[in-house]
DNA sequence: CAGATATATAACTTGACGGTTATATAATCA
DNA sequence: TGATTATATAACCGTCAAGTTATATATCTG
């Protein structure tokens, strides 16, 4: 079994997440959006599966893969102890906040640029 | 620069952060309380340093670690997106929540069986 | 100053991770 | 049936993480 935490560790496997909370999704098509190697997609989906974070329905050749966000209640459980502690301080934090929103999407920016040949 | 996800993703250093959360430690406490040589710890309060998720204040020889929840709000923030479809079902998670519960507190319990020698 | 105390850093080992290429498996199609 | 399509698995490689022991650094104490 693998924790929710080694799951979201990779960068990688958040996107994926991401892009099945919009909509399930076969590998074929992350593989497509993500830059990386069909096995590589494969790997990571297969560490999601064991975290439980997604579900598989199989269509003939095809895998449809969808989220499964049940996990993610133990992580916001954890988190709910932080809370309280970072509301008290909630205005000193705005600013935090949109520095490492920016930086997130930056990153993902350079993720998309996969050279088109 | 660390992530939050980076830091959060070791138990160990999830232990750290429960325990900084309830008061400030010095290095030499921590060592006491997690079953990991000093030079363990340390490095471990190096990654949650460069992670910004822990502030350090000298006095003479000794540190005194206080926790900086600030960067947990990054992590709140990008499970916040996942919270509406899990408060969808959320009568089906009941369950689920209780169980990791369990099984994260024996892990607690296996930690602290420190040999005592 | 010499020793003791508290912590950090260096160097090393081991194992796991994330990527790759090559191949196996399984279903569809012609 | 043989070729094609979609995905998973195997084998391998380089990097890094987490632990260790040994040592450096810095402060206090006698």
Redesign the interface.
Known sequence: MITV??A??D?TR?RI??LL?EQPRLVGELVGLLAISQPGISKHLRVLREASLVKVRQEAQRRWYE?R???????????G???E??TE?FD??DN??EQ??AK?KEQQEDDKVKSDD
Chains 1, 2 share one sequence.
């Not at 966000?69 to 988190?79: H, K, Y």
């Open positions: 935490y080694e979201l560790v960068p958040r997440l991401d909370r989220l966000p049940e996990p993610l209640l133990e992580l916001d459980d954890w988190l102890s932080y809370r502690l970072l301080r000193r934090l935090y906040l490492s929103q997130e």
